[in-house]
């Protein structure tokens, strides 16, 4: 079975740009996580969704967004993009929700590498 | 929220050294462990978890060991090899966050 999938793996874009990272959850989980990695630190949570719905927010601009799709695929969504955003994106699926989802486990894919020039 | 400092790296070692990766959490109540590792170039891989006090995770040699008394989840191996170079994080959910991750250490074992 195919893990976590991740697209793109690397970009790079302009300040103030926007940009759209897709994440695709290993089959049959419904729960997909995304966490920004700036370089030298720990993931930093952004969004939580399960069944399609906003289960979990970061403390993140509303620059970000994200949604997830009926086949629970997601994306994550950045406007008006600044330096500060480079960082590598990691999204992360899971069976269940929040609390449950630790029973299950969560996988992590690769990670989208985004830099802002 | 709950969270999980951990030792600044980064932690050089020789092939077939001790290692220990201390981890300290904050908490209400006892929620669950985990010690996650980032290979170079990649994702976040689960290295072991525990779910409850006193409970000891262990995986590929590493283990940790839920203490509630020092609210503490330190990483350990006997005997490290080339291949466990990498960056080891410390995790606990918080709430409606799924994980908490600490800062993370960077571990090179020379040959």
């Known amino acids: 079975d195919a893990g976590v999938t991740q697209s793109p793996t690397h970009l790079i874009k302009t300040r103030g740009q926007h940009v759209t990272l897709r994440c695709s959850p290993i089959?049959?989980?419904?729960?997909v996580s995304w966490y920004q990695q700036v370089l030298g630190q720990g993931p930093q949570f952004i969004f939580q969704?399960?069944?399609?719905?906003?289960?979990g927010r970061g403390n993140f601009p509303d620059r970000f967004s994200a949604r997830q799709f009926p086949n629970y695929s997601s994306e994550l969504n950045v406007n008006a993009l600044l330096l500060g955003d480079s960082a590598l994106y990691l999204c992360?699926?899971?069976?269940?929700?929040?609390?449950?989802?630790?029973?299950?486990?969560?996988?992590f894919g690769s990670g989208t590498r985004l830099t802002v020039v | 929220g709950n969270s999980v400092t951990q030792m600044e790296g980064p932690v050089t070692l020789s092939e077939e050294a001790f290692l220990t990766i201390n981890c300290t959490y904050t908490?209400?109540?006892?929620?669950?462990l985990f010690w996650y590792v980032q290979y170079p170039g990649e994702g976040l891989q689960l290295l072991l978890k525990?779910?409850?006090?006193?409970d000891k995770g262990s995986n590929k040699g590493f283990e940790a060991t839920y203490r509630k008394e020092t609210t503490s989840f330190h990483l350990e191996k006997g005997s490290v090899q080339v291949s466990d170079s990498a960056v080891y994080f410390c995790?606990?959910?918080?709430?409606?966050?799924?994980?908490?991750f600490g800062k993370g250490t960077r571990l090179s074992v020379i040959a």
């Open positions: 992360a699926s899971s069976l269940a929700n929040t609390g449950r989802g630790h029973n299950y486990g969560y996988t």
């Open positions: 908490a209400t109540g006892y929620p669950s």
């Open positions: 995790a606990l959910p918080s709430g409606n966050t799924p994980l908490v």
């Open positions: 525990a779910t409850k006090a006193d």
């Open positions: 089959s049959g989980h419904k729960s």
């Open positions: 969704y399960y069944e399609k719905e906003e289960r």
